[in-house]
T-cell receptor, first 111, second 113 residues
Framework: EAQVTQNPRYLITVTGKKLTVTCSQN?????MSWYRQDPGLGLRQIYY???????DKGDVPEGYKVSRKEKRNFPLILESPSPNQTSLYFC??????????FGDGTRLSIL | GESVGLHLPTLSVQEGDNSIINCAYS??????FIWYKQESGKGPQFIID?????DKRQGQRVTVLLNKTVKHLSLQIAATQPGDSAVYFC????????????FGSGTRLLVRP
């Protein structure tokens, strides 16, 4: 089954404790992206990747890092999480110039 | 700046009626538009897309209309069913932005039995 898989689905943690949210897709898509979704603000892009070893900032990259060492994986790293990063996060992937497929989301709570 | 917005935050319709969800976009250079459906606890799910060289595109029970003159996009759902209850987002892809999607804030569709 074609899918985008995120882990964990839920995480409660504390300020400053490094965390990684993994994202994996099995569709051989070149493009992958991370979004955060906050009430009233819709989905905002954090980082995206056009292909392996090619990443770039989206609209709200501050406080996040990403890497793309393999085509199928695109982890999101919060080196020193803060409460304002409490949000619902989505990973997405696609072939170039095609609709993006989304994972089911990761709800992060930073205390 | 670039923005995608929706006229109605909540739309309530009777089961069996047609639904129309509207969206305004501000970037006249956008050439690709997508409608997504998001159910509770799930990620956005692709419904239908349209490119700027088209005015209308139909899918199964859904139709997307694009009016480039007034920068307006709409999603029509025929014979709305309870399973259509969800939040609907429009998204635009500006032409020179490397597959970037700019999302609106969403419209909640409630289907009354």
């Amino acid at each position: 089954e074609a899918q985008v898989t995120q882990n964990p689905r839920y995480l409660i943690t504390v300020t400053g404790k490094k965390l990684t949210v993994t994202c994996s897709q099995n569709m051989n898509h070149e493009y992958m992206s991370w979004y955060r979704q906050d009430p009233g603000l819709g989905l905002r892009q954090i980082y995206y990747s056009m292909n392996v070893e090619v990443t770039d900032k989206g609209d709200v990259p501050e406080g996040y890092k990403v890497s793309r060492k393999e085509k199928r994986n695109f982890p999101l790293i919060l080196e020193s999480p803060s409460p304002n990063q409490t949000s619902l996060y989505f990973c997405a992937s696609s072939f170039t110039d095609q609709p993006q497929h989304f994972g089911d989301g990761t709800r992060l709570s930073i205390l | 700046g670039e923005s995608v917005g929706l006229h109605l935050p909540t739309l309530s319709v009777q089961e069996g009626d047609n639904s129309i969800i509207n969206c305004a976009y501000s970037n006249s250079a956008s050439d690709y538009f997508i409608w997504y459906k998001q159910e509770s606890g799930k990620g956005p799910q692709f419904i239908i897309d349209i490119r700027s060289n088209m005015d209308k595109r139909q899918g199964q029970r859904v139709t997307v209309l694009l009016n480039k003159t007034v920068k307006h996009l709409s999603l029509q759902i025929a014979a709305t069913q309870p399973g259509d209850s969800a939040v609907y987002f429009c998204a635009e892809n500006p032409k020179d932005s490397s597959y970037k999607l700019i999302f609106g804030s969403g419209t909640r569709l409630l289907v009354r039995p």
